[in-house]
T-cell receptor, first 117, second 114 residues
Framework: AQKVTQAQTEISVVEKEDVTLDCVYE???????LFWYKQPPSGELVFLIR??????QNEISGRYSWNFQKSTSSFNFTITASQVVDSAVYFC??????????????FGKGTMLLVSP | GAVVSQHPSRVICKSGTSVKIECRSL??????MFWYRQFPKQSLMLMAT?????????EQGVEKDKFLINHASLTLSTLTVTSAHPEDSSFYIC??????????FGQGTRLTVV
């Protein structure tokens, strides 16, 4: 069974603070993919990043960075110099092939980030 | 990224009626689409996997006769909530798989059954 844990239910920061969203996953597969999505109040899901299990290089994209560590089964997401527009629910997700051979996503429960001015 | 359009974005219906939600991949062909449901302040739960030209695969606990899925073309999948009841009120989101590991999400449909 797979599982994605986002232990932080809600985080509140003040604008310009850095914030890290934690994600811990469980899987028995050696090949899998990890994702982060942003869900603003409008409800749509915005794709942020995909990382395969063989690529442990950290990635930076503007104010966003991701730290993937297989040894601790974690895929944490950091926003530097947070802005009010970053306020949203952030989901971490794990993709594996199911018994039918399809890759489906299992989502964590999400972390609500509130950035105040 | 690829574009997936979901329609309608919001719908209010009376209890006992049926509602159809469309999911279209606009700039790529998707042999597989997924339907998720999200209750307020909760995560997304996979309901079913929709395959073009064949029957959908439903997750455990999801009633196939309640949630009818039709994937008639490589760019369109529909979810029909039949005989909707207030407990079916939720946020429904589709995703279309572009590659074996890339899936793109629609904007979501907020269904309210009164």
């Amino acid at each position: 069974a797979q599982k994605v844990t986002q232990a932080q239910t809600e985080i509140s920061v003040v604008e310009k603070e850095d914030v890290t969203l934690d994600c811990v996953y469980e899987t028995r597969d050696t090949t899998y993919y990890l994702f982060w999505y942003k869900q603003p109040p409008s409800g749509e899901l915005v794709f942020l990043i995909r990382r395969n299990s063989f690529d442990e290089q950290n990635e930076i994209s503007g104010r966003y960075s991701w730290n993937f560590q297989k040894s601790t089964s974690s895929f944490n997401f950091t926003i530097t110099a947070s802005q009010v527009v970053d306020s949203a629910v952030y989901f971490c997700a794990l993709s594996e092939q199911n018994n039918s051979g399809y890759s489906t996503l299992t989502f964590g429960k999400g972390t609500m980030l509130l950035v105040s001015p | 990224g690829a574009v997936v359009s979901q329609h309608p974005s919001r719908v209010i219906c009376k209890s006992g009626t049926s509602v159809k939600i469309e999911c279209r991949s606009l700039d790529f062909q998707a042999t597989t689409m997924f339907w998720y449901r999200q209750f307020p302040k909760q995560s997304l739960m996979l309901m079913a996997t929709s395959n073009e030209g064949s029957k959908a695969t439903y997750e455990q606990g999801v009633e196939k006769d309640k949630f009818l899925i039709n994937h008639a073309s490589l760019t369109l999948s529909t979810l029909t909530v039949t005989s909707a009841h207030p407990e079916d009120s939720s946020f429904y989101i589709c995703s279309a798989r572009k590659t074996s590991t890339e899936a793109f999400f629609g904007q979501g449909t907020r269904l309210t059954v009164v």
